[in-house]
T-cell receptor, first 111, second 115 residues
Framework: GQQVMQIPQYQHVQEGEDFTTYCNSS?????IQWYKQRPGGHPVFLIQLVKSGEVKKQKRLTFQFGEAKKNSSLHITATQTTDVGTYFC???????????FGPGTRLSVLP | EAGVAQSPRYKIIEKRQSVAFWCNPI?????LYWYQQILGQGPKLLIQFQNNGVVDDSQLPKDRFSAERLKGVDSTLKIQPAKLEDSAVYLCASSSSTGTAYEQYFGPGTRLTVT
């Protein structure tokens, strides 16, 4: 299965600042998923990207899938304290409906 | 719809003891996953079921871990005997086999501490 890396590992921002996390793979990904995990909580599905160059928006969140389908990004505009948590990308694993999670980017938002 | 249920929520055991975790997926979801999440890391897939058959158990330490999903619904994950490095949160997730977005719905997890 694929391995995905994420940068940065941690990010501290002031409330209202923007935030971006990047997910990278050495091989082409057929698709990629993003999850958010609040402190003490469980991962919650955010989105799945499939097409090369795809851009999807969910309110203040913008997700991109690279043209070569080897990288993806999640951008949050004007962060709020409710955005605190760890953001994981997940790439395809060994079998269908099987995903390998990245190490995550932990976001802290200072009020 | 009801979410993925897991029990117990917390478990503390001594090393070399055994422990079992239970998961009830979302009704109708054919695919069930067990993940191990060590503090500060991403979830690591242990085993994936499609109905009651195993799809992928390549990362399951089979000398001590076992899992079953006998009737294609509930599942149990067992560790016997436990080691200190098994301390982690064990997450169960399920997904539907229909469509192309294989969104995984996670349960609250079981936090295992091995002393």
């Amino acid at each position: 299965g694929q391995q995905v890396m994420q940068i940065p590992q941690y990010q501290h921002v002031q409330e209202g600042e923007d935030f971006t996390t990047y997910c990278n793979s050495s091989t082409t990904l057929s698709n990629i998923q993003w999850y958010k995990q609040r402190p003490g909580g469980h991962p919650v599905f955010l989105i799945q990207l499939v097409k090369s160059g795809e851009v999807k928006k969910q309110k203040r969140l913008t997700f991109q899938f690279g043209e070569a389908k080897k990288n993806s990004s999640l951008h949050i505009t004007a962060t709020q304290t409710t955005d605190v948590g760890t953001y994981f990308c997940a790439g395809p694993g060994n079998y269908g409906q099987n995903f390998v999670f990245g190490p995550g980017t932990r976001l802290s938002v200072l009020p | 719809e009801a979410g993925v249920a897991q029990s117990p929520r917390y478990k503390i055991i001594e090393k070399r003891q055994s422990v079992a975790f239970w998961c009830n997926p979302i009704s109708g979801h054919a695919t069930l996953y067990w993940y191990q999440q060590i503090l500060g890391q991403g979830p690591k897939l242990l085993i994936q079921f499609q109905n009651n058959g195993v799809v992928d158990d390549s990362q399951l330490p089979k000398d001590r871990f076992s899992a079953e999903r006998l009737k294609g619904v509930d599942s149990t994950l067992k560790i016997q005997p436990a080691k200190l490095e098994d301390s982690a949160v064990y997450l169960c997730a399920s997904s539907s086999s229909t469509g192309t977005a294989y969104e995984q719905y996670f349960g609250p997890g079981t936090r295992l501490t091995v002393t």
